[in-house]
């Protein structure tokens, strides 16, 4: 499929890419968007939630009242759950969230959020472009040419560029990232995906394999 490429200023260049049908055009599964985005936020999780035991509680352990007599349950320390201040039963201890997938079923899944973008009409080529120096308002210009105004957009660099990275930082609802660091969570969560022509060849060798 060919789509047009536009400048900065969201002029047509009247040059045209051809995109690879087999990187944005499959018939997108759903199952693998899914198990790849749940991956995503789960390696992002810190883990780090805790709840004192019973046995970690600092608090006497002096027997609050005599084991039998008194009409009422059993009691020992105020360490037990029973209590106010009193160990937590069960409590989250730290764990690691993250977990594996296959290389395949990851790319099926960028493959199926790419092709999705494709089918909205949300996908947008660009020319390369630098900024000589990093300014937020040479990102609102931009925003404002190709009428992202508003809308959450998700600008795809070939390489690394600090320039471009720095004038969006600021900047609520516009992110940048690489070519080679795409995926398929920011590439669903953005209204407006952006690709520098530059960064389709990385996009597709990576997908293609």
């Known amino acids: 499929?060919?789509?047009?490429?536009?400048?900065?200023?969201?002029?047509?260049?009247?040059?045209?890419?051809?995109?690879?049908?087999?990187?944005?055009?499959?018939?997108?599964?759903?199952?693998?968007?899914?198990l790849d985005v749940k991956q995503y936020l789960a390696n992002?999780?810190?883990?780090?939630?805790?709840?004192?035991v019973k046995g970690?509680?600092?608090?006497?352990?002096?027997?609050l009242k005599k084991q039998k007599g008194t009409g009422g349950a059993r009691a020992g320390s105020m360490k037990s759950p029973l209590f106010r201040g009193g160990g937590r039963v069960f409590g989250p201890e730290p764990r690691d969230y993250s977990f594996k997938l296959n290389k395949k079923l990851k790319q099926l899944a960028r493959?199926?959020?790419?092709?999705y973008?494709?089918?909205?009409?949300?996908?947008?080529?660009?020319?390369d472009f630098?900024?000589?120096?990093?300014?937020?308002?040479?990102?609102?210009?931009?925003?404002?040419?190709?009428?992202?105004?508003?809308?959450?957009?998700l600008l795809v660099v070939a390489n690394t560029n600090n320039n471009i990275y720095l004038s969006s930082r600021n900047l609520q609802g516009f992110d940048v990232v690489?070519?080679?660091?795409?995926?398929?969570?920011?590439?669903?969560?953005?209204?407006?995906?952006v690709v520098s022509a530059g960064s389709l060849e990385v996009i597709e060798n990576i997908l293609k394999n």
Request: charged letters at 30%; aromatic letters at 4%; hydrophobic letters at 35%.
């Open 1 to 34: 499929m060919e789509l047009k490429v536009v400048n900065i200023k969201g002029a047509d260049t009247g040059k045209k890419v051809n995109l690879c049908d087999s990187v944005f055009a499959i018939e997108p599964n759903d199952h693998a968007i899914y």
């Open 130 to 153: 630098d900024f000589a120096s990093p300014k937020t308002k040479q990102i609102v210009e931009l925003s404002a040419n190709l009428k992202l105004n508003d809308k959450k957009t």
């Open 44 to 52: 992002n999780r810190q883990g780090t939630h805790k709840a004192k």
């Open 111 to 115: 493959k199926s959020a790419l092709s």
């Open 178 to 193: 690489s070519a080679s660091d795409l995926n398929t969570y920011d590439i669903l969560r953005a209204q407006n995906l």
């Open 117 to 127: 973008k494709l089918k909205s009409n949300s996908l947008t080529i660009i020319e």
């Open 56 to 63: 970690e509680i600092t608090a006497s352990t002096r027997k």
